[in-house]
């Protein structure tokens, strides 16, 4: 079964520094794309970033631009999005979701991140 | 960015009966390889989302034949045959083919 499972979530201060990963199981991982998207509180969805199989790629929104950083670790199954200089409109349920056919075919179950002082 | 423009925002349905999600894009989806990179999701209360529909019209696994998508160009839509207790959340669209990709406002779907 596929799985992925995000943490790293929490409450941070405005121009904090967070890191998420998220662990995946249930497939190769190392061939797949994968991505992150977030969701703010009784909001709609919205892109962050995406990264290719081996890492080599990968693309960010405008609004998370030279801000957050995608990256991941083949070897340890694993994704991370390392966001800095943290704002309140980044207050949002962070999903990691595995890319097929230039979307998300499968999502994790989030965490929250709330940038608040 | 490409805007998904969904209509309408708000669709109480009775169980039983049919019901029609639009989804309209401000520039062609088709890409490159001559796909079209259009998906709908599915956000249940309190769940993660779940795609139902990728490029158009081919439905993920596990999703019920109720579900289907159908468009081309700019103009896509959602179709329910018959809803059920357990369809009541919010759906999305979703483009693939312009980077940043991006969804529309989502439409939530109750019942009467």
């Known amino acids: 079964e596929v799985q992925l499972v995000e943490s790293g979530g929490g409450l941070v201060q405005p121009g904090g520094s967070q890191k998420l990963s998220c662990a995946a199981s249930g497939f190769t991982f190392s061939t797949n794309w994968m991505s992150w998207v977030r969701q703010a509180p009784g909001k709609g969805l919205e892109w962050v970033a995406n990264i290719n199989a081996d890492g080599s790629g990968k693309r960010y929104v405008d609004s998370v631009k030279d801000r957050f950083i995608i990256s991941r670790d083949n070897a340890k199954n694993s994704l991370y999005l390392l966001m800095s200089s943290l704002r309140a409109e980044d207050t949002a349920v962070y999903y990691c979701?595995?890319?097929?056919?230039?979307?998300?075919?499968?999502w994790g179950q989030g965490t929250l991140v709330t940038v608040s002082s | 960015d490409v805007v998904m423009t969904q209509s309408p925002l708000s669709l109480p349905v009775t169980l039983g009966q049919p019901a029609s999600i639009s989804c309209r894009s401000s520039?062609?989806?088709?890409?490159?390889?001559?796909?079209?990179?259009l998906n709908w999701f599915q956000q249940r209360p309190g769940q993660s989302p779940r795609r139902l529909i990728y490029k158009v019209s081919n439905r993920d696994s596990g999703v019920p034949d109720r579900f289907s998508g159908s468009g081309s160009g700019t103009d896509f839509t959602l179709k329910i045959s018959r809803v059920e207790a357990e369809d009541v959340g919010v759906y999305y669209c979703?483009?693939?083919?312009?980077?940043?990709?991006?969804f529309g406002q989502g439409t939530k779907v109750e019942i009467k």
């Open positions: 520039q062609s989806l088709v890409y490159s390889d001559g796909n079209i990179y």
């Open positions: 979701a595995r890319i097929s056919y230039q979307s998300a075919g499968t």
């Open positions: 979703m483009q693939g083919t312009h980077w940043p990709w991006t």
